[in-house]
């Protein structure tokens, strides 16, 4: 039988699934942005390669796909609290017009390219609107163990 070596889970969560620390959910989602970055942009590659394409048309707003999945695993983890859906949506809608407005700053730029702005801007916005707003309208402050 192998032991197994306990690494901790990043970003650190409590015993219901809440994110402890708003750096490491920040942190966490740049890294996941910039895995779905490279990912796009060896799938557009591809793309390139198999057809006769531009690099860059694919959509860059892609790349909130797995930050999205952990935001939604966090929302997942204030079950508790039915106020979650109005922090969640109201948070999603400023995020999103954040990015929708990157975007539109840099819309000269490829697809790929202008809408990656976009959804950083609006992965960045929408973590400490989520993390901040989750605590303030509960009132529930998880421990860091």
Same mark, same amino acid.
């Given at each position: 039988m192998s032991e197994r070596t306990s690494s901790p889970a990043v &970003? *650190?969560? =409590?015993? !219901?699934?809440r994110v402890l620390r708003l750096t490491e959910l920040i942190g966490v989602s740049v890294a996941y942005l910039v895995l !779905?970055? /490279?990912? @796009?942009? #060896?799938?557009?590659? @591809? +793309? /390139? /390669?198999?057809? !006769?394409? $531009?690099?860059?048309?694919?959509?860059?707003? %892609? +790349?909130v796909i %797995? &930050?999205? %999945? @952990?935001?939604? =695993? =966090?929302?997942?983890?204030?079950?508790?609290?039915? #106020? *979650?859906? @109005? /922090?969640?949506? #109201?948070s999603a809608l400023v995020a999103f017009g954040l990015g929708l407005v990157a975007a539109g700053l840099v819309s000269d730029l490829p697809p790929m390219a202008s809408g990656g +702005?976009?959804?950083t801007v609006a992965v960045m916005a929408y973590a400490p609107l989520?993390? %901040?707003?989750?605590?303030? *309208?509960?009132?529930?402050? &998880? $421990?860091?163990?």
């Amino acid at each position: 039988m192998s032991e197994r070596t306990s690494s901790p889970a990043v &970003p *650190r969560r =409590d015993a !219901n699934g809440r994110v402890l620390r708003l750096t490491e959910l920040i942190g966490v989602s740049v890294a996941y942005l910039v895995l !779905n970055a /490279v990912g @796009l942009a #060896v799938i557009d590659g @591809l +793309v /390139v /390669v198999l057809s !006769n394409q $531009e690099f860059g048309r694919s959509s860059g707003w %892609l +790349v909130v796909i %797995l &930050p999205g %999945l @952990l935001f939604f =695993d =966090d929302f997942r983890g204030w079950r508790a609290y039915r #106020v *979650r859906f @109005l /922090v969640a949506i #109201v948070s999603a809608l400023v995020a999103f017009g954040l990015g929708l407005v990157a975007a539109g700053l840099v819309s000269d730029l490829p697809p790929m390219a202008s809408g990656g +702005v976009g959804a950083t801007v609006a992965v960045m916005a929408y973590a400490p609107l989520w993390f %901040l707003g989750i605590r303030w *309208r509960t009132g529930d402050r &998880p $421990e860091a163990t």
